[in-house]
């Protein structure tokens, strides 16, 4: 679930601009003075929604197929979205783990000048198959 696509409204602001909807999530709104900037805060907006709703345990909702979205009175707009990406970008902040490995392997670590931490993040993504 790291690259997600959702439909969203682009509609012509009465001032100048553009505001921006999603159909499949309605707590969703955002605006931008041209399409480039409605298109950036759409991205960041979507991405803050997502998160928080992952967050707090709601239903990630599949896209709606485009097909079936009534644009109103907007231009519909396909919304990619990085879980991944927005994820090193807002949540970078380090977490403290506590592990176990045997004493021997410890000693040996420390004599080599291991920096567990790095060593604990590069494995990590290489066993998810996540790239810096």
């Known amino acids: 679930m790291n690259k997600l696509f959702y439909p969203a409204i682009f509609h012509t602001a009465e001032e100048s601009g553009f505001w921006v909807s999603f159909p499949d999530l309605p707590e969703c709104l955002t605006e931008g003075d041209d399409m480039q900037d409605a298109y950036e805060m759409a991205?960041?907006?979507?991405g803050l929604c997502l998160t928080e709703r992952k967050k707090d345990g709601d239903v990630i909702p599949d896209p709606t197929e485009i097909n079936?979205?009534?644009?109103?009175d907007g231009v519909l707009v396909i919304v990619e979205?990085?879980?991944?990406?927005?994820?090193?970008?807002h949540n970078s902040r380090?977490?403290?783990?506590?592990?176990?490995?045997p004493e021997w392997l410890n000693e040996e670590a420390v004599d080599r000048g291991v920096n567990f931490s790095q060593l604990l993040q590069e494995a990590l993504m290489v066993k998810l198959n996540i790239g810096r």
């Open 81 to 89: 979205f990085d879980m991944l990406e927005y994820q090193k970008k």
């Open 68 to 72: 079936k979205i009534d644009t109103e």
């Open 43 to 46: 991205v960041e907006a979507l």
């Open 94 to 101: 380090a977490v403290k783990k506590t592990l176990s490995i």
